[in-house]
């Protein structure tokens, strides 16, 4: 598909559901179910391949192999095949090979079939003297800004992964239609990223890039990946609290779930004929934390029960852990204390809820767990920075003049 095609097909998806979905596949399967799942693009990375030889994706950073190679055959061989002709597929493309030259390897992923290019793996996630190393000698991500850029000019789709203010500017100054905040590996299972930006952390970096990327391209698809983003509950917030209309997963959407399915499956197979109380004892022999994530509990408890009056104490009670300790976990991976998420996490419904429901102010509030209009007002203008009558008037004013 030519890029004009690309970008129609998903301004009209916004339209429609507000929201955008890109899938990393690393092999044809993941890029058929994704599709079935209604993945609104494929992208072909060397992350996706290598997680599915059961690594980390870090290892898509490194030199093990020829990664435009490798993301040239599987591309090629396992998704652009299969597809839906719907589905645009884009290539990951590692901008900084000093063994092509952009323009023509540009016109070669062009040829393959693929309908963009994105850059993968990218020189934004090393730091240090390496990366100084890297500058000096032209393979940094200026090289990615000229890849993208090459991109455009051929009308080739084009995802900028970018990780500062600085990447936003450069990379929406080259045309980037997508502009993606890279937060970082992704977090959870068991090749996840031990050490990554907390909720608040990443809502704060995201808010960053994308100012300065609409300082000179506001028009740009506002996207985003990794970090803290592991399930839907926490793109749910990051939605909330970020202008982001977008998504790219690629362990969180196959790394994941696939370890979870699997391993719980093994786990049910092999404990075929076993007494509950049996599996009980192993579960308690082996530590309950290897079982439970106490913090992901919480944001599930509350994505569920957020209309109802929840008290954090008893939270701890039903984990089983003392208050002090579970408020040192949530705030650590979440970035902010539980009063603080929960709060956010309601605006964030009740301006859901004004953008779909003709319902008065005072019925909102009720609906998304305040008993009393006085404090849903306070809290939603320390959130938002307005007051709710005020938002509402701006959103009619919207509606109407779009109407």
Do not use: W
């Not at 020189?123 to 991500?141: M, P, Q, T």
């Amino acid at each position: 598909m030519e890029r004009e095609q690309i970008a129609k097909r998903l301004r009209a998806q916004l339209h429609k559901s507000g929201r955008i979905i890109g899938v990393a596949a690393g092999n044809g399967a993941v890029a058929k179910y994704a599709i079935q799942g209604g993945a609104d693009l494929l992208l072909a990375l060397t992350s996706g391949r290598f997680r599915q030889m059961g690594r980390s994706s870090l290892a898509g950073l490194l030199p093990f192999t020829n990664g435009n190679e490798l993301v040239m055959q599987f591309g090629t061989q396992e998704i652009i095949s299969l597809r839906d002709a719907a589905v645009p597929v884009i290539f990951g493309l590692c901008a900084s090979d000093p063994t092509i030259e952009l323009d023509r390897y540009t016109d070669r992923i062009r040829d393959s079939g693929f309908s963009g290019i994105a850059n993968y793996p990218s020189i934004g996630v090393v730091d240090g003297k390496f990366r100084e190393a890297l500058e000096e000698r032209g393979l940094g991500y200026g090289k990615e800004v000229e890849a993208i850029r090459a991109a455009h000019r051929k009308n080739l789709f084009t995802i900028a992964f970018v990780f500062d203010e600085l990447q936003a500017e450069r990379m929406a100054a080259a045309g980037a239609d997508v502009i993606c905040a890279n937060l970082g590996l992704t977090k959870g299972g068991e090749l996840g990223a031990k050490k990554v930006l907390s909720l608040e952390a990443g809502v704060r970096l995201a808010n960053r890039i994308f100012e300065h990327s609409d300082r000179v391209n506001p028009s740009a698809i506002k996207m985003l990946t990794g970090g803290p983003i592991s399930t839907p509950i926490d793109l749910h917030y990051m939605y909330d609290n970020t202008p982001a209309v977008g998504y790219v997963g690629g362990s969180s959407l196959e790394r994941i779930p696939s370890e979870q399915f699997i391993t719980d499956r093994i786990i049910a197979f092999k404990a075929t004929g076993v007494s509950s109380k049996d599996k009980l004892l192993q579960k308690m022999l082996d530590g309950v934390q290897k079982h439970y994530d106490y913090v992901e509990f919480i944001k599930e408890y509350v994505a569920e029960n957020f209309m109802n009056e929840i008290s954090f104490h008893e939270l701890a009670m039903v984990a089983h852990v003392s208050r002090s300790y579970l408020s040192t976990l949530f705030k650590k991976d979440v970035g902010c204390n539980f009063p603080e998420y929960l709060a956010k996490y309601r605006i964030g419904k009740a301006i859901e809820i004004m953008k779909r429901e003709e319902l008065s102010l005072l019925e909102i509030s009720s609906l998304v767990g305040f008993k009393d209009y006085a404090p849903f007002s306070r809290t939603f203008k320390k959130v938002t920075g307005v007051p709710p009558k005020a938002y509402a008037r701006e959103l009619r004013g919207l509606a109407a003049s779009e109407a």
